[in-house]
Every structure is written in structure tokens, then in C-alpha cells.
């Protein structure tokens, strides 16, 4: 048997190591053919072709541009499908080649000709900020404030004003965007590598002008996806208008340079802080404004001021974020989006104060302990941030600490020790799930959502081996199919929040399907039964407290037409949207800095969260460690380098845009208190995918400072900034 917390093994860890997980490229279809994106080489401006010399190259089925694209009922504005000539970003998939092999579609594609008239470029961040101008997150303002900050700044003992930058980032998933698209007359199947496979089927009927149940979507397995996964892009229309185009199946895939610019990446955030607190350490202003880059196609706000919002007990607060439009690519969801780089920003100036005010950042975070939320005074459906705190200070070993810069040393190395506080905001959304007893003697739980690789087969497993009291084995689950019940998006740390309830409801109607139908048949060794005596163990229905009168589900299905016993159940939030939830950690981190080189590694890191109801100890303590390794990364090594005079990304592969390595990664000790939070959901679970990254960069920077004594406030922290 199987319960809810246990360290359960992924459900679908064998497919993965025997490399049977069918991905979204390796499906096999008829008939298929392959596609190459042409990609914009300039800014701004209008292009045309002259595509006669790839048209006549080997194999090529057909040379599709803006002069001879079909036309698509809806377009969205933020997509580039050869609707038009414009080029908005460099990087900008312009033209698309489909041929008999992909090697084929590859050298056609070099021989397509673009022709540019060019225009005045925007890519001037800072000289944006003028005309800069206010957005909104997911439809939460990006401005929002209580109080007189400027009186609370003014009256303060001590004060901080700084400025801290986080460069672009750009997803690296294993797994490149891949699709494979494939038309029966008005009916269009895709198999896709995506988060959200209802949004991809909602959005292809739109833009084709079909009913969504003409859109099929399969993405059993996606190979990392991080946020640019999470919403549809153009490659996913193209792979669809191109099929339709020459009537037969396509299959685009992405190569790794075309993943920086067309897919989305984490903006630029230059973000002011200032702080002001009494002498004693009581916080009586935080001053947070925060400017980010967007498009010309669309508005996306990285919500870095947002996490401002609920960390501290302060009477006077203010947030206030603004967009600069540039010619780059749409930025998009990046793990942790906004609260990863506003945690970076606060928790650094935090710690700046802290030592002005000669206090130890841990004590004085604890000074501005925030009971409730700070702007409604409404208590958190759950916070057990003091324990987490006093749990992983006493693990880190923090009162030994020697508080003044470069005070600790082994051997060559400076070692600095620092902290800070992870915060991620916890919901839900609608999910639906079904459960079915079937005459093999097996069941199957399934749902429309997605596995990522954050462990959904497994969760959904194990939620209906506990309700149902089966053993695990005897369990199959399906998903990332729109045929199944519909299922939300699997991003915001909210599919285990969200699938979980339904997979419960859906388990617990189908028992009790199961019960009444036995207790019916007179055949049955528990007929006549009451409801309440009646009970499910190891795939038997039982009589309590008399084990003789049981028999098996399967048995009881034969005897009953061999028809399977099933129930689908939907759920709902059942939470207020304006109840403060949110999901906190505290996190500390050691750092040896070579005291000539300035080259930093990361020694340890210890972190403890407090995050509802762990379903599974495994796959959870692996999302810790993944979002960890992302706040390191954040910290030390991840940026993308523009050439801002032609918006060009210059470090568009994995050898140049750095990401963390084994060799970079120490020692990770992660828990969870595991106190469930049913004011959310049924389960009292909240989602663990993202807190990882919130305050880990910070904690990396804070404690480069305590080893140095130099306070580097932009991002990444590298040897040349230490020197």
C-alpha cells in the first residue's frame, strides 16, 4: 500500500531510464513530412523573399512566406504566423520550409532569400524609461500601495536606496519545443511539447476557425518546460498551417539557437529599493519600483514588486512597476516569474539594512515578522515561517556565525555565510479527473493534465491508491490527452493543488459506485450490507469486521456484465481569491569565495519550507533542490548577452549560455514541516515547483558579501565584479 507523503518512485521512472516515454517528436505518423524555420536576421522592419533556389532544391514540398500563407480566422497579435511582412525581433520566425527529410528542410531553408527594408529599432532600455508605463500580472495590478511611504522613509533612523539588475534568461529545457501536426479534413490533431494542452486546443480552433472538439492534443511526456512551455507560440501554428498548407503531416522542432527569442525568456528588471526602519529595527517603509522590458507585440509584466507585497509587517508600503516596449521577442512565465527576481532584490536590501543597522538578518527579518498580510491585516491561510526559520537556522549552524565581513576564512577561501526568506503565492483552478474500476482487476485515474516532469503520474497514483486503498502497482494512470477530463495549465505551482482534489472526488464517488452495486447484488458476499459496514481493501469489498463476507472488484464486475465502474468529478476553488495564501521558506547558504580569483563556489545550502501537505517526499524534496539549483544559477552564472545595436542574442546555444553543472552544486539539504493547509483544498497540499528559486539567489549574494565585503547588486555575480 501506498499513502498520501510517502517517498513513492515515479510511476513513469522506468519509461524515462529505458527511454520507452514517447516524447512529442517521436510520434510516428504516415505520410510525415519535416519543416525548418527561417528566422529574421534584423530588428524591425518589412521583409520579402526570392525562394526559387530553395523551391528547387531536393525534396522540398513547399517554401511557405507571408506571400503565400493561407490565412487564419484569428490571429493572435502577440504570434508571428505570416499574416503580414513585419519583423518585430531579431530571431523572428519569418518563413517556414517543409520537406521529405529534415536534413532536406534544413539546406532549403538556407537557400530562402529574405529581403529587409529596415526601420529604426528599439533597444534602448533605459531610454525607454520615460515613456515607460504601468502593467498588470495575470490581472493583478502591477502598482499598489498603503500608507505614506515618503513619510516613512523620511522619518527612518537608517535607510537603504539601491538599485539592483537582473539580466534576461532564457528557458534551457532538454527538450526543445517540438510539434507534430497532421489534418483530417476539418479535424487537427497535434502532438505538442506543452504545459497546457487544453490552452494549445483552444487556441488552434480559434485561429483555424474550428470547434475546439475538432483540436486533438497529446503531450504525454514533456522534457522540461519551465514557463515557455506554458503558452502557445508560433511554431505550434505553423507546424498546423504548413500541414494544411501542403496536406500532409509536419514536424517542426525547434533548434536550440531558435529557443532564444520566439519562445519567451525572463526580462531585464532594474529594480530601486528603499527601506527605512527605527533604530531598533522596525521596518516603517519599503519603496519597491520595478522596470521590466516587453515587446512591441504584446504586454508581459515581470512581477518582480509583487513578493513586496506580503514578507514583512510594515505600515508603509509601496510597489510600482513599469514596461519598456523593445524590439525583442515576448517575454513569458520563467520559473518563479517575477518572484524570483523580486525576492533577489528585497531580501539583498534587507540584508543591507540589516547591517547598517548592526543587527544579525536573521533577527531582524524576525523583528518584521508579518502575522498577517500586510495590506489586508487578513490572516495567511496557513504561515509557519518562525519554524521554518529556527528549523534550518539550527541546521545551518547559524549562531556561529561571526557577523563581520571577511571575518571567516578557510585556507585561500573567504567563507561567508547568508539568508533569506522564500515566499511563492499558493491557488488553484479548476480540475477534473476521472477514476475507473475495470474488469482486469486494474484502475485507472486520469486527467487532461500534463507531467513536466514534476511527478503528476505519480501523484495521481498515489492520491487514489490511499483514498481507494489499492496498492499502487495495480494502478494506471493517463494524462496529457484533451480526451480526458479537462485539467488546467501545469504552472504557478498549482497542478498538484488542483488535480489532487478532483483525483480524490473522482476516487471516492467510484468506490462508493462500487459499494452500492455490491451491496445490490444478491450474488455478492456482502449483500444486504449497510452502507457504513461496507468497506475497501486491496481491491476487495468487504464487510467490516468480517473478513469472510469479501470478494474481489474484478469478480464482482464479471458477475455484473464485465462493464467497468466509473466516476468523473470536477472541483472548483474553494478558497476566497482574496484570502492571503502564500507559501514561505527560509533558506541559508554557505559560500567560499578564492580571496585572489574571486571565483565563488557554493559550499552548502540548507532550506526549509513550509508548504501545505507533502503527497510525495520524493518527487517534492527534487523540486526543492531543482528550484535551488535555479537560484544559484540566478546568482551566479545565468544571463543573456544582447548585442543591443541589432537586438541579437549572441549566446544562443548551451555552450555559451551558462547554465549550473553538477560541478557547481553542493550539498542541498531540504524538508518541509508538512502542516496541510485544507483552508486551499481537500488535501491541504500547495504546489512546490517554484519557492525553490525565490530567496535562493539572494541567499547566494548575501553570503558573497558576508565572505568579501563587497555588496555586487548585479546579476549574475561573477569574478570580474569581485575583483
Known amino acids: 500500500m501506498t499513502t498520501i507523503g510517502d517517498p513513492f518512485p515515479r510511476v513513469d521512472g522506468p519509461a524515462k531510464v529505458t527511454g520507452t516515454a514517447k516524447f512529442s517528436a517521436e510520434w510516428s505518423v504516415s505520410g510525415l513530412t519535416y519543416a525548418w524555420l527561417v528566422m529574421s536576421t534584423i530588428p524591425s522592419g518589412r521583409v520579402r523573399f526570392r525562394t526559387a533556389e530553395a523551391e528547387r532544391a531536393p525534396g522540398v514540398v513547399a517554401v511557405i512566406t507571408p506571400a503565400n500563407a493561407i490565412r487564419l480566422a484569428a490571429p493572435e497579435k502577440r504570434l508571428t504566423l505570416l499574416q503580414d511582412d513585419r519583423v518585430y525581433y531579431q530571431n523572428q520566425p519569418i518563413a517556414i520550409v517543409v520537406a521529405e527529410t529534415l536534413e532536406q528542410a534544413h539546406y532549403a531553408a538556407s537557400l530562402v532569400q529574405a529581403q529587409y527594408d529596415t526601420a529604426a529599432a528599439k533597444l534602448d532600455f533605459f531610454a525607454g524609461f520615460p515613456d515607460s508605463y504601468p502593467g498588470s500580472h495575470n490581472n493583478e495590478p502591477g502598482d499598489q500601495s498603503w500608507g505614506d511611504v515618503e513619510a516613512g522613509l523620511k522619518s527612518a533612523a537608517v535607510r537603504v536606496d539601491q538599485t539592483y539588475t537582473t539580466p534576461i534568461h532564457h528557458h534551457s529545457p532538454m527538450e526543445p519545443h517540438a510539434t507534430i501536426a497532421q489534418w483530417d479534413a476539418d479535424r487537427l490533431m497535434i502532438y505538442d511539447a506543452t504545459q497546457h494542452i487544453t490552452g494549445v486546443q483552444e487556441d488552434s ?28 507560440w508560433s511554431h505550434v501554428i505553423l507546424a498546423a498551417l504548413a500541414a494544411k498548407q501542403v496536406k500532409r503531416p509536419v514536424k517542426l522542432v525547434l533548434d536550440r539557437p531558435q529557443m532564444f527569442g520566439p519562445i519567451g525568456a525572463r526580462p531585464l528588471t532594474h529594480q530601486q529599493v528603499s527601506l527605512g526602519a527605527t533604530s531598533d529595527g522596525r521596518l516603517t517603509a519599503i ?21 513586496t507585497r506580503v514578507m514583512y509587517a510594515c505600515p508603509n508600503i509601496s510597489t510600482t512597476s513599469r514596461l519598456v516596449p523593445l524590439n525583442l521577442g515576448t517575454p513569458t512565465y520563467t520559473r518563479a516569474p517575477g518572484v524570483a527576481t523580486g525576492t533577489y532584490a ?31 491585516g487578513k490572516p495567511f491561510t496557513e504561515k509557519n515561517l518562525r519554524d521554518c526559520y529556527s528549523k534550518a537556522a539550527a541546521q545551518f549552524g547559524w549562531a556561529k556565525r561571526n557577523h563581520e565581513p571577511r571575518s571567516m576564512r578557510d585556507g585561500h577561501e573567504l567563507i561567508g555565510w547568508g539568508m533569506a526568506t522564500e515566499t511563492y503565492p499558493a491557488k488553484n483552478l479548476p480540475a477534473s479527473a476521472m477514476v475507473r474500476f475495470q474488469p482486469n482487476g486494474r484502475v485507472l485515474v486520469a486527467s487532461g493534465t500534463q507531467e513536466i516532469g514534476t511527478g503528476n503520474y505519480t501523484i495521481m497514483t498515489e492520491v487514489a491508491a490511499d483514498v481507494l486503498r489499492v496498492p499502487a502497482s495495480s494502478i ?3 494524462l496529457g490527452d484533451t480526451d480526458l477530463p479537462e485539467a488546467p495549465i501545469s504552472a504557478g505551482s498549482m497542478s498538484t493543488a488542483s488535480i489532487t482534489p478532483a483525483v480524490k472526488a473522482a476516487a471516492e464517488q467510484a468506490r462508493e459506485k462500487l459499494i452500492a452495486l455490491a451491496i445490490g ?7 444486504g450490507a449497510a452502507d457504513g459496514d461496507v468497506d475497501f481493501q486491496n481491491g476487495n469489498i468487504v464487510v467490516k469486521g468480517q473478513p469472510a463476507k469479501s ?39 554557505e559560500v567560499g569565495v578564492d580571496a585572489d580569483l574571486g571565483v565563488v563556489r557554493v559550499k552548502r545550502v540548507v532550506a526549509v519550507y513550509d508548504v501545505g501537505r507533502i503527497i510525495n517526499r520524493q518527487t517534492a524534496r527534487s523540486q526543492f533542490i531543482g528550484g535551488i539549483v535555479w537560484g544559484i544559477s540566478l546568482a551566479l552564472h545565468e544571463e543573456t548577452h544582447v548585442d543591443w545595436r541589432y537586438g541579437r542574442i549572441v549566446n544562443h546555444d548551451l555552450e555559451k549560455y551558462r547554465v549550473p553543472v553538477n560541478a557547481d552544486i553542493p550539498d542541498i539539504e531540504v ?20 519557492i525553490g528559486i525565490t530567496g535562493a539567489g539572494a541567499a547566494v549574494a548575501n553570503a558573497i558579501f558576508h565572505a568579501t565585503g563587497k555588496r555586487v547588486r548585479d546579476l549574475p555575480i561573477t569574478p570580474d565584479k569581485l575583483l
Do not use: W
Open 205 to 232: 480552433a480559434k485561429m483555424f476557425g474550428i470547434p475546439k472538439e475538432n483540436v486533438h492534443v497529446t503531450s504525454l511526456f514533456v522534457g522540461g518546460g519551465f514557463g515557455c512551455k506554458g503558452q502557445l
Open 287 to 307: 519603496k519597491h519600483v520595478v522596470h521590466t522590458n516587453t515587446s512591441l507585440l504584446e504586454d508581459y509584466l515581470e512581477s518582480a514588486a509583487f513578493p
Open 346 to 376: 528585497i531580501e539583498v536590501a534587507m540584508d543591507e539594512l540589516a547591517y547598517a543597522l548592526k543587527m544579525d538578518p536573521l533577527q531582524f527579518r524576525l523583528a518584521n515578522y508579518a502575522e498577517n498580510d500586510p495590506h489586508s
Open 476 to 478: 494506471d494512470a493517463r
Open 521 to 527: 447484488d444478491r450474488q455478492s458476499p456482502v449483500h
Open 551 to 589: 470478494e474481489s472488484f474484478a469478480a464482482l464486475l464479471k458477475r455484473n456484465g464485465n462493464q467497468p465502474v466509473e466516476a468523473t468529478a470536477s472541483t472548483k476553488p474553494q478558497l476566497d481569491p482574496k484570502t492571503p495564501c502564500h507559501s514561505f521558506g527560509a533558506i541559508f547558504a
Open 671 to 690: 524538508s518541509a514541516l508538512d502542516i496541510p493547509d485544507y483552508k486551499l483544498d481537500t488535501l491541504g497540499a500547495r504546489g512546490v515547483g517554484e
